[in-house]
């Protein structure tokens, strides 16, 4: 792990020299909450031996509590967001509730072809030459500035992979945690497009940043980009095993945003900022992910320029758009996702094929 603390460290020696220069509030505040926690968590999860500098033991002693202050600055905008989708949100869960009613999906999934971090690394290179070549190139950057690791994450960490990203430093930094299947290639994918998508943004403001949070559709692009990548395996005639392998954990994730949003039917938004504001996040994360991710697909079958196009200017909006205007303009309308046949049917189009069924 040497390597990856002589990166960390340079990075947070870098984070924290621009702690120092900062005196805006709102600024400093993200550089101590995303990224310098951001990089807090790698030395936890990989158990790293690195100098802790002032500012890190700072925030590792004060944490967000020591910024109580920012909190009213930090939710600032999330109230009118989420209640402006609020209506949609029901219908969203709506929409799972009566899909996945209507029968039990199960499982006959055998294990995935074995593969070596070369052979996934292989598999990813030709996936973004047969996407797009721009995200190729983005891709070369991140393997030739060694900000791609791949490594068992310490003490049994569950987490697939992350994307950090330090605006402050214009760098994306990406960790997966190490498989020997068919998902690290999936996986590594996911993490590459949060990464692209966010290189295109170093210079947003603490304010745009923050509405990007607040729309919240970041997994809209990397849920297309796996439906993608499973079409390209089928494509070269991939190993199915693993083709159908990659198809159930798409389902399977599904199934968990249609249990998990209708738990928010009834809440305010001050009973979601102090009553599990996080959980919210990432439910509403894969609820929106998921059903626009599957809207894309249907219609880059009939387009793949235009719709790569549209994915990735919808995800740059986010920093300056509502969400209603994003919905209305991007994939599905408010109107269209208020209609249950619609989400209905794209989502039994693609989902139940998704699996083998007994």
């Not at 989420?82 to 029968?103: M, P, Q, T, W």
């Not at 030709?126 to 797009?132: G, N, P, S, T």
């Not at 509405?211 to 190993?239: A, C, G, H, P």
Request: include cysteine.
């Amino acid at each position: 792990m040497k390597k990856l603390e002589q990166i960390v460290s340079k990075y947070i020696n870098d984070v924290c020299r621009n702690i120092r220069n900062t005196s805006d509030d709102k600024e400093l505040f993200y550089l101590y909450n995303r990224e310098l926690s951001g990089l807090d968590e790698v030395i936890r999860f990989n158990d790293l031996n690195i100098y802790v500098p002032y500012e890190l033991e700072n925030y590792r002693k004060y944490g967000f509590d020591g910024y109580e202050s920012f909190a009213f600055v930090y939710y600032d905008g999330f109230k009118e967001i989420y209640n402006s989708v609020k209506e949609i949100n029901k219908d969203l869960a709506l929409v799972g509730g009566e899909l996945f009613g209507e029968r039990e999906l199960v499982y006959d999934v055998k294990p995935s072809l074995e593969l070596s971090i070369s052979d996934s690394m292989k598999i990813v290179q030709l996936f973004f030459e047969y996407y797009d070549n721009d995200v190729k190139k983005h891709f070369k950057k991140i393997c030739d500035d060694d900000n791609l690791i791949v490594a068992p994450l310490f003490n049994g960490n569950t987490i697939d992979g992350f994307t950090l990203t330090l605006n402050s430093l214009k760098e994306n930094f990406i960790e997966v945690n190490f498989r020997n299947d068919i998902l690290l290639s999936s996986n590594i994918i996911h993490e590459v497009f949060h990464s692209y998508v966010e290189s295109h943004m170093f210079d947003l403001s603490y304010d745009e940043r923050k509405k990007r949070l607040w729309n919240n559709l970041d997994e809209v692009i990397t849920y297309f980009s796996s439906l993608v990548f499973i079409q390209f395996l089928e494509e070269i005639n991939f190993d199915n095993n693993s083709i159908q392998f990659l198809k159930s954990d798409s389902a399977s994730r599904m199934i968990f945003f249609t249990g998990e949003f209708n738990k928010y039917f009834d809440l305010t938004y001050e009973d979601i900022i102090f009553g599990g504001f996080e959980d919210y996040l990432l439910s509403d994360s894969i609820a929106y992910g998921t059903l626009l991710a599957y809207h894309y697909y249907d219609k880059y079958l009939l387009d793949e320029n235009k719709v790569k196009d549209d994915i990735l200017n919808m995800s740059l909006d986010t920093a300056n758009k509502d969400k209603m205007f994003l919905l209305n303009n991007y994939g599905l309308s408010s109107d269209d996702i208020g209609d249950l046949d619609i989400p209905k049917k794209i989502l039994r189009k693609y989902g139940y094929n998704f699996t083998e069924k007994k």
